[in-house]
């Protein structure tokens, strides 16, 4: 009696190895399927279709609370896959295939029921059948007990005959099940000929092509405008009210190192953490004691060096950890220093270092800028000033300011009610005031800088080492420039 049950379970087995093909494959055949990326290092996802001719908006955040990243894409309304009548057909399709899919789960659960039921019986039937034997070898043994013991048994088999019936109906399911494979392989060749038969190497050329597509775009994802900054993280409590601490801006992904820098201004002791839970629980740590004292909290690091601003001048120092010495330190040209130009805060904030997608960066004041913010590209080899920009903004009015994407975005307070309130762009040479929330949730920021490689804002508060993620808006336009 079991032998129709294996025939049904193999059946089952086949057709749903069949349905997940169809489920998995039907796409990818035409083209349909999205295509995911992922870039090793940065955890940074993003999916995209084949765009038309309007431009898609997309908007990529460093990390969810779970830690991946999250991409949002705004897509046309009018896309070419809404008006493909092939799309339409294959979306029919996918769903009679989904319905397939479901109905063969509870016929495999169904089966799976009645098997155990009629295992659970076998022992009944070989009585039975042991019974009937004796019984037919020698008739005078019959009597009216041994009826009644037969009839009992007949009794406890009474309820196999609905599982029997279930199997005839679940057996007529199978052929219908069948026919609607049949005519789902019908239609699908039927649509693989309306679209010119392409071949497996075509169908290959054509994915080669979408990946290099999407490799070459997922290359100019990196950068975008800031629309928006998540609700404060905070790592540790520790410290004084005013520090900094920070991960190497450039190093892979698998250098979790994090450094940590207490007070503002005089401090010669760097504590370097092998990883971010050792910070946290302050543990596993080694120890580096600068040659010059630093001024203020805008230090960065970046490929393995803290370039920082010596105590009493504008002299930037760039100190190699591994070496333990100092590479190169060179003077800013007329930077003030000394709590001559500081942030709002005060704290020798004159000279401010940081890092993004484009490189290393100063941010500082001079005379001849009457106070005003002055941005400059510097080389991280050298210490050379590259390039410089007056961005016209007052840096005492200024909380704290950090860099992305080759844009400065600045607060208009360090304390509570803050928000990021202004933006100089130097790819265009020119500035706009914005409005984005930013929640200073312990009421004193001393220290903001933004680590490209983790897209997140590192912050000291009061105390608190806290990050922040970010929202970075792109337009992805069909020639594939951003």
Same mark, same amino acid.
């Given at each position: 009696?079991?032998?129709?049950?294996?025939?049904?379970?193999?059946? !089952?087995?086949?057709?749903?190895?069949?349905?997940?093909?169809?489920?998995?494959?039907?796409?990818?055949?035409?083209?349909? $399927?999205?295509?995911?990326?992922?870039?090793?290092?940065?955890?940074?996802?993003?999916?995209?279709?084949?765009?038309?001719?309007?431009?898609?908006?997309?908007?990529?955040?460093?990390?969810?609370?779970?830690?991946?990243?999250?991409?949002?894409?705004?897509?046309?309304?009018?896309?070419?896959?809404?008006?493909?009548?092939?799309?339409?057909?294959?979306?029919?399709?996918?769903?009679?295939?989904? =319905?397939?899919?479901?109905?063969?789960?509870?016929?495999?659960?169904?089966?799976?029921?009645?098997?155990?039921?009629?295992? =659970?019986?076998? *022992?009944?039937?070989?009585?039975?059948?042991?019974?009937?034997?004796?019984?037919?070898?020698?008739?005078?043994?019959?009597?009216?007990?041994?009826?009644?013991?037969?009839?009992?048994?007949?009794?406890?088999?009474?309820?196999?005959?609905?599982?029997?019936?279930?199997?005839? *109906?679940?057996?007529?399911?199978?052929?219908?099940?069948?026919?609607?494979?049949?005519?789902?392989?019908?239609?699908? !060749?039927?649509?693989?000929?309306?679209?010119?038969?392409?071949?497996?190497?075509?169908?290959?050329?054509?994915?080669?092509?979408?990946?290099?597509?999407?490799?070459?775009?997922?290359?100019?994802?990196?950068?975008?405008? !800031?629309?928006?900054? *998540?609700?404060?993280?905070?790592?540790?409590?520790?410290?004084?009210?005013?520090?900094?601490?920070?991960?190497?801006?450039?190093?892979?992904?698998?250098?979790?190192?994090?450094?940590?820098?207490?007070?503002?201004?005089?401090?010669?002791?760097?504590?370097?953490?092998?990883?971010?839970?050792?910070?946290?629980?302050?543990?596993?740590?080694?120890?580096?004691?600068? #040659?010059? #004292?630093?001024?203020?909290?805008?230090?960065?690091?970046? $490929?393995?060096?803290?370039?920082?601003?010596?105590?009493?001048?504008?002299?930037?120092?760039?100190?190699?950890?591994?070496?333990?010495?100092?590479?190169?330190?060179? *003077?800013?040209?007329?930077?003030?220093?000394?709590?001559?130009?500081?942030?709002?805060?005060?704290?020798?904030?004159?000279?401010?270092?940081?890092?993004?997608?484009?490189?290393?960066?100063?941010?500082?004041?001079? $005379?001849?800028?009457?106070?005003?913010?002055?941005?400059?590209?510097?080389?991280?080899?050298?210490?050379?000033?590259?390039?410089?920009?007056?961005?016209?903004? #007052?840096?005492?009015?200024?909380?704290?300011?950090?860099?992305?994407?080759?844009?400065?975005?600045?607060?208009?307070?360090? !304390?509570?009610?803050?928000?990021?309130?202004?933006?100089?762009?130097?790819?265009?040479?020119?500035?706009?005031?914005?409005?984005? #929330?930013?929640?200073?949730?312990?009421?004193?920021?001393?220290?903001?800088?933004? =680590?490209?490689?983790?897209?997140?804002?590192?912050?000291? =508060?009061?105390?608190?080492?806290? %990050?922040?993620?970010?929202?970075?808006?792109?337009? %992805?336009?069909?020639?594939?420039?951003?």
């Amino acid at each position: 009696m079991t032998v129709p049950l294996l025939k049904i379970g193999a059946v !089952l087995s086949t057709m749903a190895m069949v349905t997940n093909w169809m489920s998995q494959t039907l796409p990818s055949l035409v083209g349909l $399927n999205g295509t995911a990326v992922s870039r090793a290092g940065t955890s940074e996802k993003i999916t995209l279709f084949q765009s038309p001719d309007e431009g898609w908006q997309v908007y990529t955040s460093a990390q969810a609370p779970d830690g991946k990243c999250l991409c949002t894409a705004v897509i046309p309304v009018q896309g070419t896959c809404s008006r493909d009548l092939r799309s339409h057909q294959l979306r029919q399709l996918m769903e009679k295939v989904q =319905n397939i899919s479901q109905s063969m789960e509870v016929l495999d659960l169904r089966t799976y029921r009645d098997l155990q039921y009629v295992r =659970n019986t076998e *022992s009944l039937m070989k009585g039975l059948d042991s019974r009937l034997k004796v019984a037919a070898e020698s008739q005078k043994s019959l009597n009216a007990k041994s009826f009644q013991e037969l009839k009992d048994k007949m009794t406890e088999l009474l309820p196999l005959m609905p599982v029997l019936d279930q199997y005839k *109906s679940d057996t007529r399911l199978i052929v219908h099940l069948k026919e609607e494979v049949r005519n789902l392989s019908g239609s699908l !060749l039927a649509i693989q000929e309306e679209m010119g038969a392409y071949d497996y190497e075509e169908l290959q050329q054509r994915v080669l092509m979408l990946e290099a597509r999407l490799h070459a775009c997922m290359q100019k994802l990196g950068c975008g405008k !800031l629309t928006g900054v *998540s609700n404060p993280i905070t790592i540790r409590a520790s410290g004084s009210r005013f520090g900094s601490w920070m991960t190497d801006t450039m190093t892979p992904s698998a250098d979790s190192r994090v450094w940590y820098m207490d007070g503002y201004y005089k401090g010669r002791r760097v504590l370097e953490f092998r990883t971010l839970n050792d910070f946290v629980t302050g543990q596993n740590f080694v120890q580096h004691l600068l #040659p010059h #004292p630093w001024a203020g909290t805008g230090h960065v690091v970046f $490929n393995g060096s803290l370039y920082y601003n010596k105590y009493q001048s504008n002299i930037a120092v760039k100190y190699h950890f591994r070496s333990r010495s100092v590479l190169v330190q060179r *003077s800013l040209a007329g930077a003030g220093y000394n709590n001559t130009f500081p942030y709002s805060w005060g704290g020798f904030s004159d000279i401010d270092f940081m890092v993004d997608e484009s490189g290393l960066w100063a941010v500082y004041t001079t $005379n001849q800028n009457a106070g005003n913010i002055v941005v400059s590209r510097v080389d991280p080899q050298t210490l050379e000033v590259l390039h410089s920009w007056d961005t016209g903004y #007052p840096k005492r009015s200024a909380g704290e300011s950090f860099m992305i994407c080759g844009t400065l975005y600045v607060t208009n307070s360090h !304390l509570a009610g803050a928000k990021i309130y202004f933006a100089y762009y130097t790819n265009t040479s020119s500035y706009e005031y914005t409005d984005i #929330p930013f929640h200073n949730q312990y009421s004193h920021i001393s220290m903001l800088d933004y =680590n490209p490689r983790e897209r997140v804002l590192y912050t000291w =508060n009061n105390g608190h080492q806290v %990050i922040y993620n970010v929202t970075l808006f792109h337009v %992805i336009k069909t020639s594939g420039e951003l």
